[in-house]
């Protein structure tokens, strides 16, 4: 099994700053890497594929990269809306694609 | 509007079965790879299983032998039987259309708003 590990666990932002977030594979998994965000109380929601495509929708302040092993997403300017959790999942190996712990976004 | 809405879950006891349905508006599920994924109270994302439009099904080694994905084409609807419940099964389930399979990989891009099953005596 691919195992993807997130971190930090938990990351403190400010309204308007920049927020990195990584997401590491214990194997390649080339660019099958996706993200998604989920708020409280509500199912997750794909924000970006293909390590770098974001879905239909999804403002530009998102965007992806990486390949292989290491990933990123980066919100370029945090918004109210974006404060939840990130999840990274890899599905080189589908269908048993593997989801990261993932990372909590916080109001600093 | 592309919509999934689960259904069927509740409190069971140990061993009991229990079925979750999935109803889809908007796209039809047997032209569609359709996935259940669960989140345990607390935790992460963890993929349960997969329906291929031929048919085919494949299950996470958690629940391989005691779960079953179905669909029933004349209704739109996904289903997840699960029996042999465990407290370990507790979680909420989701359903999803899986666009990560070769060569699309293009995420999962439809959610449900879950079902909450909770295994417990």
């Known amino acids: 099994e691919i195992v993807m590990t997130q971190s930090p666990a938990t990351l403190s932002v400010s309204p308007g700053e920049r927020a990195t977030l990584s997401c590491r594979a214990s194997q390649s998994v080339s660019s099958n890497l996706a993200w998604y965000q989920q708020k409280p109380g509500q199912a997750p929601r794909l924000l970006i594929y293909g390590a770098s495509t974001r879905a239909t929708g999804i403002p530009a302040r998102f965007s992806g990269s990486g390949s292989g092993t290491e990933f990123t997403l980066t919100i370029s300017s945090l918004q109210s809306e974006d404060f939840a959790v990130y999840y990274c999942?890899?599905?080189?190996?589908?269908?048993?694609?593997?989801f990261g712990g993932g990372t909590k976004v916080e109001i600093k | 509007e592309v919509q999934l809405v689960e259904s069927g879950g509740g409190l069971i006891q140990p061993g009991g079965s229990l079925r979750l349905s999935c109803a889809a508006s908007?796209?039809?599920?047997?032209?569609?790879?359709m996935s259940w994924v669960r989140q345990a109270p607390g935790k992460g994302l963890e993929w349960v299983s997969v329906?291929?439009?031929?048919?085919?099904?494949y299950y996470a080694d958690s629940v391989k032998g005691r779960f079953t994905i179905s669909r029933d084409n004349s209704k739109n609807t996904l289903y997840l039987q699960m029996n042999s419940l465990r407290a370990e099964d507790t979680a909420v389930y989701y359903c999803?259309?899986?666009?990560?399979?070769?060569?699309?990989?293009?995420?999962?891009?439809?959610w449900g708003q879950g079902t909450t099953v909770t295994v417990s005596s």
């Open positions: 329906i291929y439009s031929g048919g085919s099904t």
């Open positions: 908007g796209f039809t599920v047997s032209s569609n790879y």
């Open positions: 999942q890899q599905y080189n190996n589908w269908p048993r694609g593997t």
């Open positions: 999803a259309r899986d666009r990560n399979y070769p060569p699309v990989r293009h995420g999962m891009d439809v």
